[in-house]
């Protein structure tokens, strides 16, 4: 018997079809009640049981072998027969695949980042849930700042000490908390804050600080970075104005603005007719920032900026509405497959 098994399952092996009607003598030798195996099977149950233990397992293998190799036959004659019914047709239109986009506020911060690294700058993170101490403290706020406030800010139920932070000049201090001076840090992230939403503001958007210290750093120097990196981001002839501002962690403080590129400063809806378009505070650092992060201000200076992503996004791309950025809606976000 074990000749038998091992005769058929080579046969089964060498066998292959072409037709129905080939598969019919498969079935028909191979696998029908009356084809061979089974008559081993007959055979086998008048055996000696020393005889039975040996053959069981080689028997029902070579069952099991049949059985496969018929359903890869029929597999195979389906797959020709589909074939025939329909031949390929090469104008048929393809399957549409959507391979997504990057988001307009990737792209943006991708060009961002890229302008400022070409400058020597290294990028710094922090933590999203922050400390009083590194979003406001640190950075020279009053206690009575209304920052502060809960209308403002989202404050940790379980430890008030902790919050969302309100921008990423939070990664300022812990950037010279933890390193040695000279610094040259961008810092990009998501920020929070307790407004309603709507078309022009939102509970959570994205802000890119930048952060210099040295020795003998001026004012004019932070011109000059950012005058690089407004022509760079909006073109040649793009032009800085900076207005005196205040911010609790810069003396002096500014508000940058740049010649609207839109109406090239004739005067549209997005620049609101002025011709200028505000897009980052800056400022000298103030000396009670250094101090409280352990530098010294008559041996180090530098100055600090801070913009915002969806902004700059809006202003090149033109997007109406804040909240589109977050919406996941496919016919915003498909506009922007090309950049
Ligand atoms: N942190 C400010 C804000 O959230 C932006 C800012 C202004 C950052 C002036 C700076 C700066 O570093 O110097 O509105």
């Not at 086998?44 to 028997?59: A, I, S, T, V, W």
């Not at 059985?67 to 048929?92: G, K, S, V």
């Not at 002096?252 to 590129?261: H, K």
Request: hydrophobic share 40%; charged share 25%; aromatic share 10%.
């Amino acid at each position: 018997m074990e000749e038998k098994i091992k005769a058929l399952l080579a046969e089964i092996a060498a066998f292959s079809v072409e037709s129905e009607a080939d598969l019919e003598t498969y079935r028909r030798l191979y696998t029908n009640r009356k084809a061979q195996i089974n008559t081993l099977f007959a055979d086998f149950r008048q055996l000696p049981p020393e005889d039975k233990k040996r053959l069981g397992q080689p028997l029902n293998q070579l069952k099991q072998a049949a059985n496969d190799r018929l359903e890869a036959f029929q597999a195979q004659l389906r797959q020709q027969n589909m074939a025939a019914d329909r031949p390929h047709d090469l104008t048929l239109p393809g399957d549409p695949h959507m391979p997504g986009a990057r988001h307009p506020l990737s792209i943006v911060l991708a060009r961002i980042v890229g302008i400022f690294e070409r400058l020597g700058y290294d990028i710094a993170e922090g933590p999203e849930i922050e400390d009083d101490w590194h979003n406001f403290t640190a950075l020279n706020f009053p206690d009575n700042h209304p920052a502060r406030d809960m209308q403002d800010t989202f404050f940790i139920h379980r430890n008030p000490d902790h919050l969302l932070r309100t921008h990423t000049s939070s990664v300022q201090i812990r950037a010279m908390e933890e390193g040695k001076p000279p610094f040259r840090i961008l810092a990009p992230g998501r920020v929070y804050r307790n407004e309603a939403i709507s078309a022009r503001a939102h509970c959570f958007f994205h802000q890119v600080e930048g952060l210099v210290i040295d020795k003998d750093i001026s004012f004019a120097d932070m011109k000059q970075h950012l005058q690089f990196f407004a022509t760079e981001l909006f073109g040649a002839n793009t032009q800085i104005k900076l207005r005196p501002s205040y911010f609790p962690f810069t003396e002096i403080s500014a508000e940058m603005d740049v010649t609207c590129r839109i109406c090239e400063g004739e005067g549209c809806n997005v620049c609101k007719y002025s011709g200028w378009l505000e897009i980052m505070g800056c400022g000298m650092v103030d000396p009670n920032v250094l101090r409280n992060c352990g530098i010294d201000p008559d041996e180090y200076s530098g100055f600090a900026f801070g913009m915002g992503v969806e902004r700059i996004a809006q202003i090149l791309f033109r997007v109406p509405d804040l909240r589109l950025y977050s919406q996941n809606d496919l016919r915003f976000l498909q506009q922007f497959e090309q950049f």
